[in-house]
């Protein structure tokens, strides 16, 4: 009977030392944006690089598609999300209305800038617009509620004095929906704060005949002179079919963000499971392809950093 007693003993004490182990793991989920923005693929390289790391900080990850950047910070502060993405100035907004409100967006905290995320435009080849202007009396897609490019479409069309009875048609689709409904002839345009390539241009730009647009001129030089999260840019010539020119308009920035919910440690162990791995995340998206560690940190971010990013960011002399 010995024998039988020891080998149910020997379970029990495996089943144990499982069930701690499982305990002493951190589980996060990483908000992201719809599957054919840069969002999703981003999330979801930072999260491998996370389970890659499990054994060394037992930090496990998961990603979520989500509507986009206002929804990805609401969550993170009810604690429905605990990292996301979102767009430097919906970020920027978020964080300042707080101090203003003394609201729980006071404990927003920003790990890392990712990568530039140009406002595109992309209108069917027949709309008749030739530049962001001709929009008005167009049929236009400015994105669904709760997303980041909505709420870039809606700033410029505040600075414009527009209204969206400015336009023939106003649709609220998610960027997974737009290119089908511009190809369809459902819309004339849709705008899209992205990171490129993206797969939501490039099937636009390949299924029916299409051009990305120029968002240029006083407004949007006026625009980014007095918002700190703004940028001048262009989207590359050839990245897309039909395209061959670079395109000038303006942008904000991915940011990767959490709350002081998660702790130093657990904060710590994610930036370094990505930055310890960065060729590999280089690797992971045409996006990514030319980021370099002390632009990420050395950005204007707009929320301040997490005590964990900080202690990384230091140990490894970044900062």
């Known amino acids: 009977m010995g024998s039988p007693f020891k080998t149910l003993l020997k379970l029990l004490t495996g089943l144990a030392l499982v069930s701690q182990m499982a305990i002493a793991e951190t589980f996060v989920t990483i908000g992201t944006g719809g599957v054919t923005g840069v969002y999703y693929p981003a999330g979801s390289g930072i999260c491998k690089l996370i389970n890659k790391e499990l054994a060394s900080h037992d930090i496990r990850c998961a990603i979520e598609s989500t509507g986009g950047s206002v929804y990805n910070l609401q969550q993170l502060v009810t604690g429905g999300l605990d990292l996301a993405i979102a767009q430097s100035d919906v970020l920027f907004h978020a964080y300042e209305d707080a101090h203003r409100s003394n609201s729980d967006n006071q404990n927003l905290r920003t790990l890392f800038a990712i990568y530039p995320e140009p406002f595109t435009v992309v209108a069917r080849a027949d709309s008749g617009i030739d530049t962001f202007d001709d929009l008005k009396g167009k049929r236009v897609n400015i994105g669904n509620p709760g997303s980041g490019q909505r709420n870039t479409m809606e700033v ?12 023939s048609l106003v649709s609220e689709l998610k960027s997974a929906e737009q290119s089908k409904a511009l190809c369809d002839d459902k819309i004339d345009a849709m705008v899209f704060t992205v990171g490129h390539p993206s797969r939501s241009i490039m099937e636009a730009t390949t299924t029916c ?13 006026e625009l980014v002179k007095n918002n700190r999260y703004y940028r001048l840019t262009s989207i590359p010539g050839g990245m897309y079919d039909a395209n061959p020119a670079d395109i000038s308009t303006f942008g ?4 990767f963000v959490s709350t002081t919910r998660l702790s130093t ?16 995340f280089n690797n992971l998206h045409p996006a990514f392809a ?16 997490h005590e964990g990013a900080i202690k990384y960011f230091k140990d490894k002399g970044l900062m």
């Open 209 to 221: 005949q299409t051009k990305i647009v120029s968002v240029t001129g006083p407004i949007i030089d």
């Open 252 to 255: 904000v920035g991915a940011i």
């Open 265 to 280: 440690d657990t904060i710590y162990g994610i930036v370094q499971s990505l930055f310890e791995n960065f060729e590999l």
């Open 290 to 305: 030319n980021l370099q560690q002390k632009h990420m940190i050395d950005d204007d971010l707009p929320a301040p950093l």
């Open 156 to 167: 410029v069309m505040q600075a414009y004095g527009w209204t969206n009875s400015d336009f």
